[in-house]
């Protein structure tokens, strides 16, 4: 499977974005995805996940409440709401999927997904 994030840009802080993540391939359906940023010499972090179905969502405690992650199996996309951002949201963010499922305590782990978006970036100013 092949993933574009898009829909980044510069917002002040407090406002939002959506992002998107497309995907190709007739299975995405299947996959569970995650949302992950890298701020400048940051390592990687997760943000969020959602599993194939849909149904079962997680957040880095750092967004959680702010954050909205969704899918649409249908238009092959998991969308990524960003609201109340902060100067600190700053940072790349890329999608990443991972056939079948991945335990919850493991969402967090980049070692888990296999496909990687090239990354959109967000910058919050202040």
């Known amino acids: 499977v092949q993933l574009q994030a898009s829909g980044g840009g510069v917002v002040q802080a407090g406002g939002s974005r959506r992002l998107s993540c497309a995907a190709s391939g007739r299975t995405f359906g299947t996959y569970t995805v995650g949302w992950f940023r890298q701020a400048p010499g940051k390592e990687r972090e997760f943000v969020a996940g959602?599993?194939?179905?849909?149904?079962?969502?997680y957040y880095a405690d750092s967004v959680k409440g702010r954050f909205t992650i969704s899918r649409d199996n249908s238009r092959n996309t998991v969308s990524l709401q960003v609201n109340s951002l902060k100067p600190e949201d700053t940072a790349i963010y890329y999608c990443?999927?991972?056939?079948?499922?991945?335990?919850?305590?493991?969402?967090?782990?980049?070692?888990?997904?296999?496909?990687w978006g090239q990354g959109t970036q967000v910058t919050v100013s202040s």
């Open positions: 959602i599993d194939w179905t849909g149904d079962s969502t």
């Open positions: 990443a999927a991972a056939f079948g499922g991945i335990r919850g305590g493991d969402l967090p782990l980049a070692s888990r997904y296999s496909y």
